[in-house]
């Protein structure tokens, strides 16, 4: 197998893994979801597993294109911040699924945000596809803000 294609899957299994692990461990939270008060426009529960597994993908490839340009400091910094995104994104649902903390999940989610924001300007600097491609990720994050505050608000 070639280093490239080597480095592309696994680029793209650390964010699927850390979203599996994620939701394995908070799985349960589902059911607790099922029966909240939500919110106009909330998907079925059904949807957000094969969104986050699109965006994953998506996520993977863009940290592959960066992670392919020359070795640098300001490379390696920008998949520090990549990787300490993820890391934020992993905790996420402990926080909303797993302990119920509503409002702070949503405050949690702003950090989140904050954080892919980032990623799209610095990776825009290296790749612009790379950046497109986390996108779709800042406004899924925008839209599961819009449904957080109103779980935090109403239940």
Do not use: E, H
Request: hydrophobic share 55%.
């Amino acid at each position: 197998m070639k280093k490239d294609t080597r480095k592309l899957i696994t680029c793209i299994a650390v964010p699927l893994a850390t979203g599996a692990v994620s939701g394995f461990f908070t799985r349960n939270g589902m059911k607790v979801f099922a029966k909240l008060n939500k919110p106009p426009l909330s998907p079925p529960g059904w949807l957000f597993p094969v969104v986050w597994t699109i965006l994953f993908i998506m996520m993977g490839i863009a940290s592959f294109l960066i992670a392919s340009r020359p070795k640098s400091r300001d490379r390696d910094r920008v998949l520090a911040l990549y990787g300490i995104q993820l890391a934020v994104n992993f905790l996420w649902p402990f926080f909303f699924f797993g302990a119920g903390w509503y409002g702070f999940a949503f405050l949690w989610l702003i950090f989140l945000w904050g954080l892919v924001y980032g990623c799209i300007r610095t990776f825009g600097k290296f790749s612009r596809n790379a950046a497109y491609l986390m996108i779709p990720y800042l406004a899924w994050l925008t839209f599961a803000g819009y449904l957080n505050l109103f779980i935090a608000l109403w239940n």
